[in-house]
Each structure stands twice: as C-alpha cells, then as structure tokens.
Nanobody, 124 residues
Framework: QVQLVESGGDSVQAGGSLTLSCAASGYTASSSSMAWFRQSPGKEREGIASISPNGAATDYADSVKGRFTISRDNAKNLVSLKMNSLKPDDTAMYYC?????????????????WGQGTQVTVSS
C-alpha cells in the first residue's frame, strides 16, 4: 500500500523559512517523479514544485521560483521542500504527490498518489 506522509508545517511570520518533508512508503520512490502542491480555501490545488526520479530535473511555479527548493533523498524515500522568504500568500495546506502519469505536471490529475497534507500559515 502506497503511503505519503507530510510533515513540517507550522505557523511562521512573513520572511521566515520552513522545510516540509514527505516520507514515501509502499513503493520505490526513486522510480517516479514527485511533487508538492498547495491548496488554500476556495482555490484550486496548484502544483508548485516537481522533481524527476533521480533529482536531476526540477520545475517550479512562478509564484515560488527563487524562494522554494525541492529536493529528494532516494535512499530514504524522502522528498523535501525548503521554503524561504515566506509570504502570507503562501498560507495553504501543502500536499506531496507521487507517480506522475499525466501532463502538465502542475495539474492535480497528473498524479496518482497523494498525502494528507500539512498546514503552513504565514502571518504578516
């Protein structure tokens, strides 16, 4: 059974940093791309970062480019999202996604597996 478990969400002040982690189990994470999405109340779930199976290629949404960094440790079946210069607009539930089967990567329907999410709240 595939399971993705996110952690690291917290409440921080604007300008602060957080690192989210996603632990994968039940399959070999190194065999698939992984991604981070986020969703605010009343908004669509949006893809913000993705990473290729070997970690060599990454993609970012314009809204987080230059502030967020996605990385992975395949030996530990772990993917992380380092978030710097956080803004109130970054407040959302953050989700880990795995095993991409569609395009484009930043759409919810392109991914097979999802975690339950971790909440990030940024205050001004």
């Amino acid at each position: 059974q595939v399971q993705l478990v996110e952690s690291g969400g917290d409440s921080v002040q604007a300008g602060g940093s957080l690192t989210l982690s996603c632990a994968a189990s039940g399959y070999t994470a190194s065999s698939s791309s992984m991604a981070w999405f986020r969703q605010s109340p009343g908004k669509e779930r949006e893809g913000i970062a993705s990473i290729s199976p070997n970690g060599a290629a990454t993609d970012y949404a314009d809204s987080v480019k230059g502030r967020f960094t996605i990385s992975r440790d395949n030996a530990k079946n772990l993917v992380s999202l380092k978030m710097n210069s956080l803004k109130p607009d970054d407040t959302a539930m953050y989700y880990c996604a795995a095993r991409r089967f569609g395009s484009p990567w930043y759409t919810r329907g392109a991914w097979q597996y999802w975690g339950q999410g971790t909440q990030v709240t940024v205050s001004s």
